[in-house]
């Protein structure tokens, strides 16, 4: 596989890391957007030497707060910038109030094709976002990047202010993240579900991917992102939630084992599992994943029914549990396989437009990474995607 690339105007004073990746950077400080939404270490180089752009050693960049290791589990966790870099609030323009109006019109439709949930997406959630503007700074963005998808016009102009947008959505996110409380948990959980349609829907984040590896750590990363923001407001204000303007989106039917509505060839999953010499402690980890990962097929009708918005297909990352997300992150084949059939539920979505083929390629990728062996376990995702 490889991904198709687009020519993009260079940044000449970004970081150094987007410099490396040949990606756009948006230039923020201390942590640019591309760097905070991979969790990434964002250096600049320092006026100094930003001359002699090949000169990358410590001692020539300006270093931002070190990200947490990778390779831990429960390290994944948003960390936008700090608010020493763009203001929490831009300055908001005609612009922006053109991209208001997009979203109260058009947009917000294509979040959920329930009516009542609709009219939260296109009333509350704009009424809950004048005051936090980190959450209006996100709806924005995903307007932009739904022009951007809609090929409206001015697509270079629309997906820079959707990334501008989300650097300052991130910026804001910070200033809130520890202290979930009663006031804060809504806005947080819309920025939660906002969240995933953005790092998915963002093309800009993959066209110059190349390689299996390079998107498949493009999932992962947002795997882990998704899943670590609605945690915050999963644990302890569920009830809150439910009861509040915005109880609409809570709504849900909630199957209970045994899962009927399962496709046969997902209960192979368990027996590779168990075929797998596998420690007590990562039985656990992937018997909970496969467990999550049945219960949304059963939600959500896949493969008998194909989904034109993203409701509920994001319910999967943000279940995932600590033990299973570090194995993902260490490229368990197991955990990679698992992966792969949630990318038949994402092939199913593709219809949405924050999604589009972000399912078949993440099979392929994940094909292109497991060895001979594990081809048998991709059988019924690879038939999937080249079926229809």
């Known amino acids: 596989m490889v991904m198709p690339r687009r020519t993009h105007k260079k940044s000449r004073n970004g970081c150094v890391q987007c410099k490396k990746r040949h990606v756009k950077c948006d230039e923020t400080k201390p942590r640019c957007v591309n760097c905070t939404t991979a969790d990434a270490q964002c250096r600049y180089l320092t006026p100094a030497h930003r001359a002699s752009s090949n000169d990358l050693d410590q001692s020539s960049v300006w270093q931002a707060t070190s990200p947490s290791n990778a390779g831990q589990g429960a390290g994944m966790i948003l ?5 020493t870099g763009a203001p929490l ?11 208001l109006h997009h979203w109260c019109t058009d947009a917000y439709l294509t979040m959920t094709d329930v009516p009542d949930q609709q009219e939260v997406w296109k009333t509350t959630a704009i009424k809950v976002a004048l005051s936090h503007p980190f959450l209006l700074n996100e709806v924005l963005a995903i307007a932009a990047l739904h022009l951007v998808a809609s090929g409206s016009g001015r697509h270079d102009f629309w997906q820079t ?11 804001g996110f910070n200033s809130i993240e520890k202290e979930v409380d009663e006031t804060t948990c809504v806005p947080i959980l819309l920025f939660s579900a906002l ?3 953005h790092l998915l829907g963002d093309r800009s984040r993959t066209q110059d991917l190349t390689s299996h590896s390079e998107y498949l750590d ?3 990363h947002c795997v882990g992102l998704m899943r670590s923001v609605r945690s915050l407001v999963l644990a302890q204000w569920t009830s809150t939630l439910q009861e509040s303007p915005i109880g609409a989106l809570m709504v849900s039917r909630n199957p209970q084992p045994p899962y009927h509505n399962v496709h046969p060839e997902c209960r192979e999953l368990t027996a590779m599992v168990r075929q797998s010499d596998l420690g007590v402690s990562s039985i656990e980890a992937y018997d909970a994943a496969i467990d999550r990962l049945f219960w949304l097929f059963d939600l959500t009708d896949v493969p008998s029914k194909i989904h034109d918005t993203p409701r509920s297909v994001f319910a999967w990352p943000v279940q995932l549990r600590d033990d299973y997300m570090s194995l993902l992150i260490r490229r368990q084949p197991e955990a990679l396989i698992i992966l792969a059939y949630y990318g038949v539920l994402l092939h199913f979505y593709r219809k949405a437009w924050c999604i ?5 390629s993440l099979i392929r990728a994940i094909e292109g990474q497991v060895g001979n062996y594990w081809s048998r376990w991709l059988q019924w995702p690879m038939q999937m995607i080249a079926s229809i």
């Open 79 to 83: 960390t936008p910038a700090t608010s």
């Open 89 to 99: 609030t831009p300055s908001w323009d005609i612009h922006d109030m053109e991209l």
């Open 161 to 171: 202010r959707a990334m501008e947008l989300q650097s300052h959505a991130l910026n």
């Open 195 to 197: 969240l995933g349609s």
């Open 218 to 220: 493009h999932v992962v």
């Open 356 to 360: 589009g083929n972000s399912g078949a």
